[in-house]
């Protein structure tokens, strides 16, 4: 591997040494860092209702920065295998203008590459493990040195940070504005992803799966529509090989082991933003959007 952050790691070994954090810094602060985090900022407000999150509200707001055009945010989505996170940040990606990074999808078109780590990683989706710290820096450092390039600015991470040893990587070499934590019961989240599809020609997502949980015991009802397919993608719907049954049980008991962590590292900065997905994206779109002081125009 060609890229800075993989010189480092295999130098040193680890990124705890004073040498090898110093040298990611001056790489990622470049490669991360807004182009006007000094001048022509604007705050903005972000809050949520009280029943969606403890750790910002309408009361204590949530100061952003950003420049006046809206662009260059750079924040960061968490939650559970399946609950939407590449959903809901693709789409304040489109609206603010700013890259959707998701490491997933760098992990996939890894595998799709049949490169040098493509067997190495198959035997670990498909167990329904943790990519290493390693393979996941390596892969999104070459990302943002691509993005660099390009002369992007700002980001939506999804899938990174998941432990707590890369949320301290990213806070040591930038200021991520806010964390949006989305939250989905369990029997929803599994009925979610075995009904994911993808459509083999064009790579869109799509779910068969039309999720219907009746109120009880004081719970509200949950309905969440399924996402069907355009008639020309129907005979070319194929399903991802980690999503069984078996496999995400084990994603989301690692999830709840290891990343749980990673939502009270940012609580506790007072930058986590909790939402509670109400349904499908009908019914949660508008509610994010106005959860962060956003409107769709």
């Known amino acids: 591997m060609s890229s800075v952050l993989s010189r480092v790691w295999r130098a040193r070994g680890s990124l705890s040494s004073p040498t090898a954090t110093e040298t990611l810094v001056v790489y990622l602060s470049r490669a991360l860092s807004t ?167 064009c790579r869109k997502n799509y779910n068969i799966a039309c999720i219907d949980i009746k109120g009880e015991n004081g719970n509200p009802g949950m309905y969440m529509a399924p996402l069907p397919p355009p008639p020309h993608c129907a005979s070319k719907l194929i399903t991802r090989s980690d999503d069984t049954e078996e496999v995400v049980k084990e994603r989301l008991r690692i999830y709840n082991e290891t990343s749980r962590p990673v939502e009270d590292f940012y609580r506790s900065r007072g930058k986590l933003l909790e939402f509670n997905l109400p349904g499908g994206i009908p019914e949660s779109w508008p509610k994010l959007l106005q959860a962060l002081n956003l409107e769709d125009h």
């Open 35 to 201: 182009s006007s985090v000094n001048s022509g900022i604007e705050e903005v407000k972000v809050g949520a209702s009280s029943s969606s999150s403890p750790s910002l509200s309408l009361n204590k707001p949530l100061l952003l920065r950003r420049d006046p055009n809206g662009r260059n945010v750079q924040w960061v989505f968490l939650g559970c295998p399946g609950v939407g996170k590449g959903t809901y940040a693709s789409k304040l990606s489109n609206m603010l203008g700013v890259p959707h990074i998701a490491t997933g999808d760098l992990v996939r078109d890894e595998l799709a590459s049949s490169g040098p780590l493509a067997s190495q990683l198959s035997e670990i989706v498909s167990q329904g493990k943790l990519v290493s710290d390693e393979i996941i820096i390596d892969l999104l450092s070459k990302r943002l040195e691509a993005g660099d390039a390009k002369g992007e600015s700002g980001f939506i991470l999804d899938g990174f940070p998941r432990t707590i040893r890369q949320a301290e990587i990213l806070e040591g070499v930038t200021d991520i504005d806010l964390v949006i934590n989305l939250k989905l019961r369990e029997e929803a989240l599994l009925a979610k992803c075995l009904g994911r599809r993808i459509c083999s020609e």
